[in-house]
């Protein structure tokens, strides 16, 4: 089955935190699987980290470029770079009360393009025509 991991359970799985469900989990490390991230999600951790207003809200112990290597290879996951067709089911989402997260959007968009579960927390994606798994 093909994963698409959200970014908050990207750092979760990195870190080995007890946040991850243990559905999450079991669903990351069966080798059977393939896991992806997607491109959406090294840019919103690229601004997070960067965003002088709210320093601290995420920080690593390296460059994140660095990090990312590393844990793109140590993880298996293969990067999901953004598409045309990404792009354009983007396009056609509507935006529901309060869900305006763009980096969520994307990788939504992603989700319903390829077909694809996206392991994540959020219920946000709940919205949408995704299937979520926690």
């Given amino acids: 089955m093909d994963l698409l991991l959200d970014t908050h359970t990207f750092l979760w799985f990195t870190q080995q935190s007890n946040q991850l469900s243990a559905t999450a989990l079991t669903h990351i490390m069966d080798g059977r699987n393939n896991r992806y991230l997607s491109a959406a999600s090294i840019w919103e951790m690229a601004i997070k980290l ?6 601290g ?3 690593l112990n390296q460059p ?3 990090f990312l290597e590393q844990q ?8 999901l770079p953004i598409e045309v067709a990404h792009v354009n089911v983007l396009a056609t989402l509507p935006f529901p009360t309060g869900h305006k997260d763009p980096f969520d959007r994307l990788i939504i968009a992603q989700s319903l393009s390829l077909n694809i579960p996206i392991i994540g927390i959020d219920t946000a994606f709940d919205l949408y025509a995704v299937t979520r798994i926690w």
Avoid: E, H, M, V
Avoid at 50 to 55: A, E, H, L, T, V
Avoid at 72 to 79: A, E, G, H, N
């Fill in 72 to 79: 793109l290879t140590y993880c298996k996951l293969t990067l």
């Fill in 57 to 59: 809200q995420f920080a």
């Fill in 50 to 55: 960067s965003n002088p207003i709210s320093p």
């Fill in 64 to 66: 994140l470029g660095q």
